[in-house]
């Protein structure tokens, strides 16, 4: 049920293990070492289109991670805190024009603001990965270009309220028109975005395309248009390299 899969993502998955994993033993991927060492933790994104496939790869790099015994948290957006998935309940459902782009920006924000306080500010404290399902960059591309030219509004809003950003953002690009149908296939209740149709999608591809040209130092691009194990071993790959 709703109340259900909201708790799942109230109960942020914590990465707490104590184990002792091989690398400790094998040396083979010394980066663990400083990933651990972040004073400040270090917060990845990941974005794209509807069905895109960036929940499973959030899902399977925050698994690696886990596996290594480094402590991480998986989180979305929006949502991610009890008040931010009663925002969220209000976004994604109901018919296409229940709210404006202008609105939704104000929404989208509010909730931002406090999935930032009660989520991600404090596990960045606690120097902890913080690996989040969509984040500024979906307002940016859906309300800012999608929906409306108001990308300015998204931009402004963001540095009084939010004033953060990512360290490392995916962006996982696929085709609109495949994307669109899984999306669509799920009938998670949840697809009032998806319900602007093909030609959005494909104006949502183009937005966050464009996006990674010019937030080139933190963005990534990547090919989703393949296996999930392929795509996961490049992202796992950045993240190495981000730490060398
Ligand atoms: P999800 O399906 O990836 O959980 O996201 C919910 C929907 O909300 C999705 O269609 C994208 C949309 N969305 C925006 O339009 N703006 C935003 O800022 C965010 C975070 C999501």
């Known amino acids: 049920c709703c109340f259900k899969r909201r708790c799942k993502w109230i109960n942020i998955k914590q990465n707490l293990s104590k184990r002792r994993t091989p690398w400790e033993k094998s040396n083979q991927w010394p980066i663990v070492g400083k990933l651990m060492n972040f004073t400040d933790g270090l917060f990845i994104t990941f974005e794209g289109i509807d069905g895109s496939g960036k929940s499973t790869q959030s899902q399977l790099l925050y698994d690696a991670l886990n596996d290594l015994g480094i402590s991480a948290i998986l989180t979305r957006e929006p949502g991610g805190s009890i008040g931010a998935e009663i925002i969220r309940s209000l976004l994604v459902s109901g018919d296409t024009d229940r709210w404006s782009a202008e609105t939704e920006i104000l929404l989208f924000t509010a909730a931002r603001r406090d999935h930032l306080e009660k989520t991600i500010q404090p596990a960045l404290t606690k120097n902890q990965i913080v690996i989040c399902d969509r984040f500024v960059d979906s307002t940016r591309v859906y309300q800012g270009v999608a929906r409306a030219d108001l990308r300015q ?3 402004e809003l963001h540095s009084i309220i939010i004033k953060k950003e990512p360290d490392i953002t ?4 696929t085709d609109p028109e495949k994307s669109l149908t899984r999306g669509l296939a799920r009938n998670s209740g949840e697809d009032r975005f998806e319900e602007f149709g093909l030609e959005f999608q494909k104006k949502l591809r183009n937005g ?10 933190r963005c990534h691009l990547i090919n989703g248009m393949r296996s999930k194990e392929e795509v996961s071993n490049d992202i796992l790959n950045i993240v190495k390299d981000y730490t060398k």
């Open 153 to 155: 509004t998204v931009d």
């Open 170 to 173: 995916f962006i996982i690009d």
């Open 208 to 217: 966050f395309s464009e996006l990674s040209k010019t937030e080139k130092s």
